[in-house]
């Protein structure tokens, strides 16, 4: 996801990797009910704080400005995230993170301290303890987060923070309850994803109806709290067409491996954004592993030309479908300030 990527990208050098991101490990001590993180295969090998210098140097070297963190699994319990932030530290590189928050207070005040950190998006289903914890199988899970949060708004109050929130059929009618709760806490926006891969907890028909009927209301509730709701209603509405089975595809421009790659560190495998990690079929998204070559000649590939060209035009190589809102957003944005 890419809150405030347009801002920071530059447009005139086209053909740059400006933003990288980077899963560490597949190690999560949460237990989240729609996440497949546990039945990940072992990491390939092990690798050091040389390593990482080595290839954030190459991406910086590419013309990289952020490095964004996320899963994979949890990026602050990762064995050797205080590696790569210092890494990043040393070479000027900015940082964004996604995280369940577990950590959070805890790395403000240790590893991040003092680090360029742009945006923290904080993973938070619901407003009350108890749902949380319970849909991600952590006991305490909402309260160190709700203690991150705070953190984060004392110790870096110029970060951008933004807060994940999983849409379920059991949490997204008490959005309006939610988003009060957010803008008490300062959040600086709320980046609405459905539940992908898992029909037993999704939104029903109904539900969806209901919240493209209260959007507009919704947004500008978020609004007079300062919210900025990362969604739109023709996002909802094209939701709501799927559930009908009515959806036609989703015929758009991408230009992200334009600008971006997605390391695996686990598997070593890159990828054109943080979307198409499990996207089929891998030949067109696996875009070539960081142990057996470096980042420069990855990014130079003919498997990343060829998916520039394919993502460039209308037509979908399996992934556009499934595609984050916000992503697709941003491509829109995209498109409009590069013609
Ligand atoms: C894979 S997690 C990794 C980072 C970190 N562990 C966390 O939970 O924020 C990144 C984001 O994907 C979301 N996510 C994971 N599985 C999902 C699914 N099946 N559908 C929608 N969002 C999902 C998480 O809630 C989180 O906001
Ligand atoms: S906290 Fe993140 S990585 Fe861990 S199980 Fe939940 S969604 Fe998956
Ligand atoms: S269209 Fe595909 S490559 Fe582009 S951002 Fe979406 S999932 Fe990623």
């Given at each position: 996801?890419?809150?405030?990527?347009?801002?920071?990208?530059?447009?005139?050098?086209?053909?740059?990797?400006?933003?990288?991101?980077?899963?560490?490990?597949?190690?999560?001590?949460?237990?989240?009910?729609?996440?497949?993180?546990?039945?990940?295969?072992?990491?390939?090998?092990?690798?050091?704080?040389?390593?990482?210098?080595?290839?954030?140097?190459?991406?910086?070297?590419?013309?990289?400005?952020?490095?964004?963190?996320?899963?994979?699994?949890?990026?602050?319990?990762?064995?050797?995230?205080?590696?790569?932030?210092?890494?990043?530290?040393?070479?000027?590189?900015?940082?964004?993170?996604?995280?369940?928050?577990?950590?959070?207070?805890?790395?403000?005040?240790?590893?991040?301290?003092?680090?360029?950190?742009?945006?923290?998006?904080?993973?938070?289903?619901?407003?009350?303890?108890?749902?949380?914890?319970?849909?991600?199988?952590?006991?305490?899970?909402?309260?160190?987060?709700?203690?991150?949060?705070?953190?984060?708004?004392?110790?870096?109050?110029?970060?951008?923070?933004?807060?994940?929130?999983?849409?379920?059929?059991?949490?997204?009618?008490?959005?309006?309850?939610?988003?009060?709760?957010?803008?008490?806490?300062?959040?600086?926006?709320?980046?609405?994803?459905?539940?992908?891969?898992?029909?037993?907890?999704?939104?029903?028909?109904?539900?969806?109806?209901?919240?493209?009927?209260?959007?507009?209301?919704?947004?500008?509730?978020?609004?007079?709290?300062?919210?900025?709701?990362?969604?739109?209603?023709?996002?909802?509405?094209?939701?709501?067409?799927?559930?009908?089975?009515?959806?036609?595809?989703?015929?758009?421009?991408?230009?992200?491996?334009?600008?971006?790659?997605?390391?695996?560190?686990?598997?070593?495998?890159?990828?054109?954004?943080?979307?198409?990690?499990?996207?089929?079929?891998?030949?067109?998204?696996?875009?070539?592993?960081?142990?057996?070559?470096?980042?420069?000649?990855?990014?130079?590939?003919?498997?990343?030309?060829?998916?520039?060209k394919v993502l460039a035009s209308p037509c979908d190589p399996g992934c556009k479908r499934d595609c984050d809102w916000n992503n697709v957003r941003t491509n829109r944005q995209?498109?409009?300030?590069?013609?």
């Amino acid at each position: 996801m890419f809150v405030g990527y347009i801002e920071h990208l530059d447009q005139d050098r086209v053909g740059a990797l400006q933003y990288l991101y980077v899963s560490l490990s597949n190690i999560c001590n949460a237990h989240c009910a729609y996440c497949d993180v546990h039945s990940q295969p072992p990491p390939v090998r092990p690798f050091d704080r040389d390593d990482l210098t080595r290839i954030f140097g190459d991406a910086r070297s590419l013309g990289c400005g952020t490095v964004h963190f996320l899963g994979g699994g949890e990026p602050l319990v990762a064995p050797r995230f205080a590696d790569a932030v210092n890494a990043c530290n040393d070479l000027g590189l900015h940082i964004a993170i996604t995280t369940n928050g577990s950590h959070l207070a805890r790395r403000l005040r240790s590893d991040l301290c003092g680090a360029a950190v742009d945006m923290i998006i904080v993973s938070m289903d619901s407003h009350r303890s108890q749902e949380h914890n319970a849909i991600r199988g952590m006991r305490r899970l909402w309260e160190w987060a709700v203690e991150g949060i705070i953190a984060a708004r004392e110790l870096t109050p110029s970060t951008h923070l933004v807060v994940n929130h999983v849409v379920t059929a059991s949490n997204i009618r008490l959005l309006p309850e939610y988003i009060e709760w957010a803008g008490g806490l300062g959040i600086n926006a709320i980046n609405l994803i459905p539940v992908k891969d898992s029909p037993d907890l999704g939104a029903t028909l109904e539900h969806v109806t209901w919240l493209a009927e209260h959007f507009m209301e919704l947004t500008l509730e978020a609004r007079a709290h300062g919210i900025e709701l990362l969604c739109e209603l023709e996002d909802v509405t094209e939701w709501r067409s799927r559930l009908l089975g009515v959806a036609g595809g989703r015929e758009y421009r991408c230009a992200f491996p334009e600008h971006t790659l997605y390391i695996d560190f686990p598997t070593g495998s890159t990828f054109p954004c943080d979307c198409t990690i499990h996207r089929a079929p891998a030949s067109t998204f696996d875009l070539g592993n960081i142990w057996h070559q470096p980042l420069s000649a990855i990014w130079e590939d003919e498997r990343i030309r060829n998916l520039r060209k394919v993502l460039a035009s209308p037509c979908d190589p399996g992934c556009k479908r499934d595609c984050d809102w916000n992503n697709v957003r941003t491509n829109r944005q995209l498109v409009t300030v590069g013609s």
